[in-house]
């Protein structure tokens, strides 16, 4: 796939545009696809390997298990100690980045900072780090493409939307898009925590606006109104990750009024593991 396409979805009587990046790959999908770019584009003789961490739901973790396949690279990837429920998963992204052929490494809970922070110390050269959640200024570059294949559709539409985790998407979104407001929310952390991880990225442009909820939403935790949003949308034509999308959908509804293109961040995937613990916590949601 070369471009991406676009889709409109209607959403209680108001339209959207969507730019497809969940389309691009079933694994390498959303905005780790734009992070992954440069990567994407170097020749495999490059490396041999690829280094990562951080969580066994991330979507970076399962894009990177499928870039690692694609170039033949090895794909070594730490985390903190698992319980055994995490390790008996049977769906979701961790059983798939495995199948990919990642190697996974359980570390001590009172070593793994030390060690994460230490990855890059005399890394041999074959070997590419890539921060948790591909939160890297490399991102840009992608990123980038992004911006320039929404430019070439002459679509119209009058502000970008994308939700957050690092923020490092957004931020080079709105870099990219100084015209435009660029509306994202924290779906980890909260404004402060958001916006103290893009400004180890760069200065955060006026543009970009960090929508808040009224109340706190804990990060992958159910909540009955916000999958209320991933089942609307749903029916109205395209599944979004149950992490970070409807957060997002719901403010955007609640606090804004323009014609929106919204860029599908992937990550649906995930979502295989996520129903259950909706299902346990809210079975009404699933009657009939
Ligand atoms: C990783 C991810 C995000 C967050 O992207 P950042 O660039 O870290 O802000 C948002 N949505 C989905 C589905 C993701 O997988």
């Not at 960090?210 to 990060?219: G, M, S, T």
């Amino acid at each position: 796939m070369n471009k991406t396409p676009i889709s409109k979805i209607i959403l209680e009587g108001r339209e959207f545009l969507v730019k497809r990046d969940d389309l691009f790959d079933p694994y390498l999908s959303g905005n780790k696809y734009r992070k992954l770019h440069t990567l994407l584009k170097t020749p495999k003789e490059h490396y041999n390997k690829i280094i990562s961490y951080g969580g066994t739901q991330s979507n970076a973790m399962l894009a990177i298990a499928a870039l690692a396949k694609q170039k033949g690279w090895v794909f070594e990837y730490y985390t903190k100690p698992l319980s055994k429920k995490q390790k008996e998963q049977e769906e979701g992204n961790y059983p798939i980045a495995l199948s990919l052929g990642m190697q996974h490494y359980e570390l001590e809970l009172e070593s793994y900072k030390v060690y994460v922070q230490a990855l890059r110390l005399n890394l041999d050269p074959m070997c590419v780090v890539v921060d948790q959640g591909g939160a890297d200024r490399m991102a840009q570059e992608g990123v980038a493409v992004l911006a320039q294949e929404i430019q070439e559709e002459s679509l119209e539409f009058e502000a970008i939307a994308t939700p957050s985790g690092t923020g490092t998407t957004a931020l080079y979104l709105a870099l990219a898009f100084p015209q435009y407001k660029v509306y994202t929310t924290a779906a980890i952390g909260d404004k402060g925590y958001l916006e103290e991880q893009m400004s180890a990225l760069s200065s955060i442009p006026s543009n970009l606006v960090i929508l808040e909820p009224q109340k706190k939403y804990h990060f992958a935790k159910p909540y009955k109104e916000l999958y209320e949003f991933y089942k609307h949308l749903k029916y109205g034509g395209i599944e979004f990750d149950l992490l970070y999308a409807p957060l997002l959908w719901k403010l955007l509804m609640e606090q804004t009024k323009e014609k929106i293109l919204y860029i599908h961040s992937g990550g649906v995937s995930g979502n295989v593991s996520m129903e259950p613990r909706y299902k346990a916590k809210f079975p009404e949601l699933f009657s009939l």
